[in-house]
């Protein structure tokens, strides 16, 4: 007895003394990249659209959502923190003025062809949602009627194809998701992506199937400087192996229920077109209450919630977030809203 106190108490003693404070901290990984490959040493500056959620909203302060998760990821691959920016609608500007590393969340379809694209790591277009996978593909002469958020592309390119009085606008794509809830109307028309948070976002949570696009499917790729080949192999190495590896999986998962593939599902008409609507749906306006509350880890996955906007829709997503590097990868809000962690 007398040994066997004598061995726990040294064993005791050797574990306080590797965890020093009593903490216990990771090895930390070296760095793969460093300036002038990347603008800050240590840091990989990553900027996003914040007014774009389920990609990247605010909640709590801090910048979070897909985007932030995947970001997350690809610096702590490249054994860098993360700073995320907001750079608004104009990727462009901000890459080309060195106020960012890469950016997230751009769609190829409108890509500008100043800054080199990856391939893409999220799917995007206009889908047709229903309740369930048997709802069949609308046809313009089956009197299909559908909700879209009022002067979005989605609202555009239903009128297109099957005529004004098959549209019912909504006010929020979550009012529209609502109708096809309560019956009002048969499908939903919306991005992909976007919808598919909205509907997830209900209280409650709502089941919904995409039977079809009304757009050939395009993807969200992330953008790096053209004369940067350097970072544009390290970091699109490692948003390559995020997507082979089922990480980029999970991410989706925890933000809408459900991993997304597009490929495959019928193309009605081409409402492709750069014509009628604004810039695409949105899940809620944050300014006026209508986002969908997320209820969710931030990139790190330490139990920090936040919203997207001050709505009333619910999103639980559970507890697989994504890392950041040095396992503090929250998305924290810095020093010019940078979210410096």
Known sequence: MAALGAALACMTLMLAGCSGSGSYQPELKSAEVAPPVIGE??????????????????????????????????????????????VGSDPAA????????????????????????????LPTGIAVFALNADAGIPTADSDATFAAQVSSKSAWAVSNEFGESALTPTDTLKDAFVALRDGTVKYVAADAIIGLY????????????????????????????????????AAGDVLASLAGNGTIDVIERKWLGTSVALDSLPVIGDSSSSEGGDDGDSSGNSSDGDGATADEDASDGTGDEGDTGSGDG??????????GADGEGDGTSGDEGDGTE
């Open 41 to 86: 040493e240590g840091t990989l500056r990553v900027g996003v659209n914040t007014e774009n959620p389920p990609l990247a909203g605010m909640g709590s302060g801090k910048i979070i959502g897909i985007d932030v998760d995947i970001a997350s990821a690809i610096a702590d691959q490249l054994g860098l923190k993360i700073s995320i920016v907001d």
């Open 94 to 121: 901000a890459i080309a003025d060195g106020k960012v590393d890469v950016v997230m969340g751009i769609d190829a379809a409108n890509a500008d062809s100043s800054y080199w694209v990856s391939p893409s790591y």
């Open 198 to 233: 909205a509907a997830h976002g209900l209280d409650g949570g709502l089941d919904v199937s995409i039977v079809s696009m009304l757009m050939k499917p395009s993807g969200y790729c992330m953008a790096v400087a053209t004369d940067n080949a350097d970072l544009q192999k």
């Open 314 to 323: 619910t999103e639980d997503t559970g507890d697989d977030g994504t890392s």
